[in-house]
């Protein structure tokens, strides 16, 4: 059973920018794909950004995934952010190496971490 654990959301002004961490324990995190969503009050989880094994790192927009397989923790760098990305941020982990924005591919859940972003 793996389990994940986010940190680093918090209070930011938009344009600022904030480093989520997702630690890992329990499997053999080199071999998952790793995935982060988030949650909007009253909207549907919406995918990120994902990376599959033996990526280091992905890069969209404003949004970079990346992965430390020492330290077993993935983590997804917000540059520029603004008000509508506010959300409660969830990481992800599922099995093979197909990426996939669909929630329900994915095997394992965090408990999840609040990003306010001020206008």
């Known amino acids: 059973q793996v389990q994940l654990v986010e940190s680093g959301g918090g209070l930011v002004q938009a344009g600022g920018s904030l480093r989520l961490s997702c630690v890992a324990s329990?499997?053999?995190?080199?071999?998952?794909?790793m995935g982060w969503f988030r949650q909007a009050p009253g909207k549907e989880r919406e995918f990120v950004l994902a990376?599959?094994?033996g990526i280091g790192a992905s890069v969209n927009g404003r949004f970079t995934i990346s992965r430390d397989i020492a330290k077993n923790t993935v983590y997804l760098q917000m540059n520029s952010l603004k008000p509508e990305d506010t959300a409660v941020y969830y990481c992800?982990?599922?099995?093979?190496?197909?990426?996939?924005?669909?929630?329900?591919?994915?095997?394992?859940w965090g408990q999840g971490t609040q990003v306010t972003v001020s206008s």
């Open positions: 992800a982990a599922r099995g093979g190496e197909l990426v996939t924005g669909l929630p329900d591919r994915y095997d394992y």
């Open positions: 329990g499997g053999t995190f080199s071999s998952y794909v």
């Open positions: 990376i599959r094994p």
